[in-house]
């Protein structure tokens, strides 16, 4: 079996230092989050940027200094930029790929209701429509091609997986981008095994994937894709806990669980190079 790339996602949009004390703020500690994680045995950093407060930014300067930081400490790990967000346009979502040409970048599959909600209160904490539309699709990957940076196509239901077929029939998705099988999600597919598997099902054969699970089911799912030959993603943008039940002190925690887990079921987890070679992105400074 191929070996397996682990992706760590360092921060998010959404979580906050009250939640988890180790979320990354600026881009020096997210540098310094993203270096824990590679030398845990991490491949590709999946970045949201932040403003110093915490609160989410797309100021490009931002983007700039975040990717300068983690190429200082990390100078050859996949950086891998979000570029998802609620009530901004397309022309903001995007403003900072082509500049700093990031090698691969999160690319959103489809239009969805997005949220977050407690059973235990009985209430949305938040809730809104991600808009993603065919034509909002197309000016994001057009971007991303402009750029030479990879698609990580996040997939949130099973409809995002086939959104791909169009686009790529239009000769606008490249060979080797990353089909990202998103779980858990409230207004996504719900995180069980059975809707994980229909998911890796409906991935073309032979394209890379990985599965990414939100919350504590990251790692039964992270063990299932293990078995079905993908790869998954850890973080603390995704979940906060070990699988011991103990909060993480850091991403690199947060990587060396997944690399144990991989090691008991047998996969040998990609070198950076390796995980560059698999996925045919070359790198540029």
Same mark, same amino acid.
């Given at each position: 079996m191929k070996k397996l790339i682990l992706s760590a996602a360092l921060t998010g949009a959404a979580t906050t230092r %009250?939640? &988890?004390?180790?979320?990354?703020?600026?881009?020096k500690e997210i540098a310094e989050e993203g270096k824990r994680a590679v030398d845990a045995g991490a491949s590709i950093l999946h970045i949201h940027?932040?403003?110093?407060?915490?609160?989410? %930014?797309?100021?490009?300067?931002?983007?700039?200094?975040?990717?300068?930081? =983690?190429?200082?400490? &990390?100078?050859? =790990?996949?950086i891998n930029f979000s570029t998802g967000a609620l009530g901004l346009s397309k022309?903001?979502?995007?403003? +900072?790929?082509?500049?700093?040409?990031?090698?691969?970048?999160?690319?959103?599959? #489809?239009?969805?209701?997005?949220?977050?909600?407690?059973?235990? %209160?009985k209430q949305f904490y938040f809730e809104g429509v991600f808009e993603n539309s065919f034509g909002t699709m197309?000016?994001? =990957?057009?971007?991303?091609?402009e750029a030479g940076t990879i698609p990580e196509m996040e997939c949130f239901d099973t409809g995002h997986i086939r959104n791909v077929e169009p686009l790529r029939d239009m000769g606008l998705i490249p060979d080797n981008a990353v089909? %990202?099988?998103?779980?858990? =999600?409230? #207004? #996504?597919?719900?995180?069980?095994?059975?809707?994980?598997? +229909?998911?890796i099902n409906q991935v073309p054969e032979g394209a890379h994937w990985q599965t990414i699970a939100i919350s504590r089911k990251q790692w039964q799912l992270a063990a299932v894709a293990c078995t079905m030959g993908g790869s998954f993603r850890v973080g603390l943008e995704d979940n906060f806990y070990l699988p011991?039940?103990?909060?993480?002190?850091?991403?690199?925690? &947060?990587?060396?669980?997944?690399?144990?887990?991989a090691g008991m079921m047998g996969r040998e987890i990609a070198t950076i190079d390796e995980a560059r070679g698999m996925l045919e992105i070359p790198f540029r400074d």
């Open positions: %009250s939640q &988890c004390p180790a979320i990354p703020y600026t881009p940027a932040r403003e110093d407060n915490g609160v989410p %930014s797309w100021r490009l300067e931002v983007f700039q200094a975040i990717k300068e930081e =983690v190429r200082n400490l &990390c100078p050859n =790990v996949i022309e903001e979502r995007m403003n +900072h790929i082509v500049p700093t040409k990031p090698d691969m970048a999160a690319f959103n599959m #489809g239009s969805m209701n997005y949220a977050i909600y407690s059973k235990r %209160s197309k000016y994001v =990957v057009e971007k991303m091609n089909y %990202s099988l998103v779980m858990g =999600v409230m #207004g #996504g597919i719900p995180a069980t095994t059975e809707n994980l598997i +229909h998911q011991n039940g103990e909060m993480a002190k850091s991403n690199g925690e &947060c990587v060396e669980w997944g690399v144990k887990l």
